[in-house]
């Protein structure tokens, strides 16, 4: 179960907030093709 996932850009500024347990991540992925997690719309 992928709850966030991030394109490798997004990644420096993204990861303070996974690492956040109110944000609830509990799967996240880092997306190497730029674009993808635009498009499957996840946090």
Same mark, same amino acid.
């Given at each position: /179960?992928?709850?966030?996932?991030? &394109?490798?850009?997004?990644?420096?500024?993204?990861?303070?907030?996974?690492?956040? +347990?109110?944000? =609830?991540?509990? %799967?996240? /992925?880092?997306?190497? &093709? +730029? =674009?993808?997690?635009?498009?499957? %719309?996840? +946090?």
């Amino acid at each position: /179960m992928i709850t966030h996932r991030a &394109d490798l850009d997004a990644v420096p500024e993204i990861m303070p907030r996974w690492c956040d +347990p109110s944000h =609830g991540v509990i %799967k996240a /992925m880092v997306d190497l &093709d +730029p =674009g993808v997690a635009q498009q499957r %719309k996840l +946090p």
